[in-house]
């Protein structure tokens, strides 16, 4: 391989011409060598140039030298993107190079739109979105039910141990829980009653059996409606400020100190308040069961005449006591499964003042579902074991 001398480099570099525009009678004229190491005087030109619109049909790009990406892409600014693009391939008196360069760097620049995502049909959509939805039961119950497990197992370390129950916090949350609720229980069931009782009379009416009305209060209260809504009020009420006490402290990073204590948070916050919901809504379900009662008969004292003496003679000869037992049976399952779902959701809280309203709105969705899902299915079942 031959070396090349001094004589022929300074040839070479001589050779060259930095790039060069001139406006002839209107003709963009483009010379010389486009290339990076005339970078910043061909910008400088550009920008003289640039405050014109120029046509394709009056730029003539025939003395045009060697150029490089950054020379095209100071060209590609004078003229445009898709100037630059159609100019290369109408001029045929370029190198094929060269033509392909300007292309190739005109079409990089080209603002070029997002193609649009294809449209999923309406089968699959609805597919995946129901495949989605039953992953995320299928999570949640997975959750719930390790948290449920946790919370039995701490409840048979504690309980046994005198020393380390929470009177104080499980006084409190049952005061918060059942004695604070018991206005707006008694005042829901009693408004209840009295609407469950104008419609029994309105439909028995036809039939001349208004007497059956009182069968018809009674038996709803006492098994249904008592604990139903007694527990959707404490799943609305009690849940969400379950989830909203412990997620706030999560977000204060309080729980991180209470282990960084050696302190166990379900043992500590949990089970106080799991505790104190399976106090207090047999309590509220029963006050629920008598105001229910009392609006009936304050109904069917007004409008069928039926006093209260007759009233409650007719439950007691009419309503078994195994009704009254079964809407009982209910309220510590239900209690049970609000407080858990509640705390869970505060449990699972990010860092964040959005989180804490988000998984306290879940919170309560979940518990209500919770607590009506498990009531179709309990009625099921009492039906058929005749109870």
Known sequence: M??????????????????????????????????LTDYQTLKRRVADYSGKQWNTENIDIKSLGRVDTAGASLLAKLLGPDGLATLATQESTLPREQSALLRAVAEALQE????????????SQFLTETG???EAIWHLIYLLSGFVGQIIATLFVVLPRPGRWRVTAFVAAIQNTGLNALPIVALLTFLVGAVVAFLGATVLKDFGATIYTVNLVAFSFLREFGVLLAAILLAGRTASAFTAQIGAMKVNEEL???RTLGL????LLVIPRVLAMMVSLPILTFVGMLS??????????????????QFMAIVERDIALKHFLVGMSKAPV????????????????????????????????????????????AALFFLEMGW
Not at 9 to 25: A, C, H, I, K, V
Not at 112 to 123: C, D, I, M, T, Y
Not at 264 to 267: K, N
């Open 2 to 35: 031959r070396a090349s001398s001094p004589e022929n480099e300074y040839t070479s570099q001589t050779s060259r011409q930095p790039g060069q525009l001139s406006d002839e009678n209107g003709t963009l004229a483009i010379h010389g060598d486009w290339t």
């Open 112 to 123: 070029k739109p997002l193609p649009e995502p294809e449209g999923e049909a309406p089968v």
């Open 132 to 134: 989605r939805t039953v």
């Open 256 to 258: 991180d100190a209470i």
């Open 264 to 267: 166990d948070p379900v043992e």
């Open 292 to 309: 229910g009662l009392i609006g009936g008969a304050m109904v069917c004292a007004i409008s069928l005449d039926i006093s209260p003496a």
């Open 334 to 377: 239900f209690a049970f499964l609000i407080a858990a779902v509640g705390c869970l959701e505060g449990f699972k809280v990010g860092g964040s003042a959005q989180s804490v309203g988000v998984h306290t709105t879940s919170s309560v969705v979940q518990s209500i579902f919770i607590v009506i899902l498990l009531d179709a299915v």
